[in-house]
T-cell receptor
């Protein structure tokens, strides 16, 4: 099943504003991760939040997790033009086994205008 | 640390030929590597999980005879697209997990843009 549906699909803001992206998923998870992808490049891990955590911070990033609603949000504060990228949430699908494969959502394309 | 190098970054090939893409973990051992395919403005689709010293595990709908995966060492996995067709044109990305424990972040290569003419 499709996990990690982000919204909005695209977000355009001005430099200095905050950007909020949301992610919903369908099955139980061990953790949820957010990744960033610059155009035509690989993904870079941003932050991981475990299923027993509700909020986590890393620099200008703030992630929340609501397991009862099966949703997460990524907040980027004081955005910069360099934050322009696609942002994906990914879930560890808790299916067991040793590979712990991640399932990625469709992503939010964030454009920060200078 | 935790750098994954993917090569080549771009490749153009003719229909019917085969293309090999390499994924290397430069400063750590990766017992498990993952191969993804990404279409423009879309998400990553997991193709297969590559385990060092054993056969790869392919996702449903992915042809294992077309997308050959070899994980011969703890630092190298290769994906060979055999008898390539224009519909195989896509962005292929590998990733690796550091260490033996699961549920840790993945480290990604920079991807390979394959164009089949």
């Amino acid at each position: 099943s499709q996990q990690g549906e982000e919204d909005p699909q695209a977000l355009s803001i001005q430099e200095g504003e905050n950007a909020t992206m949301n992610c919903s998923y369908k099955t139980s998870i061990n953790n949820l991760q957010w990744y960033r992808q610059n155009s035509g490049r690989g993904l870079v891990h941003l932050i991981l939040i475990r299923s027993n955590e509700r909020e986590k911070h890393s620099g200008r990033l703030r992630v929340t997790l609501d397991t009862s609603k099966k949703s997460s949000s990524l907040l980027i504060t004081a955005s910069r033009a360099a934050d322009t990228a696609s942002y994906f949430c990914a879930t560890d699908d808790n299916s067991g086994g040793s590979n712990y494969k991640l399932t990625f959502g469709k992503g939010t394309l964030l454009t920060v205008n200078p | 640390g935790a750098v994954v190098s993917q090569h080549p970054s771009r490749v153009i090939c003719k229909s019917g030929t085969s293309v090999k893409i390499e994924c290397r973990s430069l400063d750590f051992q990766a017992t498990t590597m993952f191969w993804y395919r990404q279409f423009p403005k879309q998400s990553l689709m997991l193709m297969a999980t590559s385990n060092e010293g054993s056969k790869a595990t392919y996702e449903q709908g992915v042809e294992k005879d077309k997308f050959l995966i070899n994980h011969a060492s703890l630092t190298l996995s290769t994906l060979t697209v055999t008898s390539a067709h224009p519909e195989d044109s896509s962005f292929y990305i590998c990733s690796a997990r550091q260490g033996l424990q699961g549920r840790t972040p993945l480290h990604f290569g920079n991807g390979t843009r394959l164009t089949v003419t």
